[in-house]
């Protein structure tokens, strides 16, 4: 079955550095994989999404995220963190053989210090 | 950008009663809408998919007849809680699919 691991459960970075969230997936098929933000009161955010081609994907507010087949990780970078960063941060697959259900990892939280 | 609301935002009830939760898109139609429930610290976790004008798919474990789920339009899905328990305190959390899963702010159950 397919599952998503997020091994860090609560991340803090200082306003102005750099930031790495990890996501390591478990999927037989080239899978399509997707991360979200969840601010207090507000639904998920897509971030951004990989389904197929160039393995370094752009989203919005600045983030990326590279697919690495050979460590099946899908981990989320930002170069500079924005005290508006501060938020929850989903990494999903999706479900292929299932009307295009999502699985979701556990999340990790990310405070960020002034 | 599409948007998804959900009523109420919030909710408590005495145990044994129902609540009923309203997924709406609002500016797009959707045939397929997700209900998932969030455990705090914990992840979303898929309860069913509702097809408009079908039956709702339950995932393993989900209850169909505490959890009644209704999908009667293209912007509207609800998901009932029946005859609820303090177990059933949750934040349930709806998407709507139009190219990609848009998502609800979710709604705060609390069951005393």
């Known amino acids: 079955a397919q599952s998503v691991t997020q091994p860090d459960i609560h991340i803090t970075v200082s306003e102005g550095a750099s930031l790495e969230l990890r996501c390591n997936y478990s999927?037989?098929?080239?899978?399509?994989l997707f991360w979200y933000v969840q601010s207090p009161g507000q639904g998920l955010q897509l971030l951004l999404k990989?389904?197929?081609?160039?393995?370094l994907v752009q989203g919005i507010k600045g983030f990326e995220a590279e697919f690495k087949r050979s460590q099946s990780s899908f981990n989320l970078r930002k170069p500079s963190v924005h005290w508006s960063d501060a938020a929850e941060y989903f990494c999903?697959?999706?479900?292929?053989?299932?009307?295009?259900?999502?699985?979701f990892g556990k999340g990790t939280k990310l405070s960020v210090k002034p | 950008g599409a948007v998804v609301s959900q009523h109420p935002s919030r909710v408590i009830c005495k145990s044994g009663t129902s609540v009923k939760i309203e997924c709406r898109s609002l500016?797009?139609?959707?045939?397929?809408m997700f209900w998932y429930r969030q455990f705090p610290k914990q992840s979303l976790m898929l309860m069913a998919t509702?097809?408009?004008?079908?039956?709702?798919?339950?995932e393993q474990g989900v209850e169909k007849d505490k959890f009644l789920i209704n999908h009667a339009s293209l912007t509207l899905s609800t998901l009932t809680v029946t005859s609820a328990h303090p177990e059933d305190s949750s934040f349930y959390i709806c998407?709507?699919?139009?190219?990609?899963?848009?998502f609800g702010p979710g709604t705060r159950l609390t069951v005393l």
């Open positions: 990989y389904f197929s081609g160039d393995t």
């Open positions: 999927y037989g098929a080239t899978p399509y």
């Open positions: 509702s097809n408009e004008g079908s039956k709702a798919t339950y």
């Open positions: 998407s709507a699919e139009h190219n990609e899963q848009f």
């Open positions: 999903a697959v999706e479900d292929g053989g299932s009307q295009g259900n999502l699985i």
């Open positions: 500016d797009f139609q959707a045939t397929t």
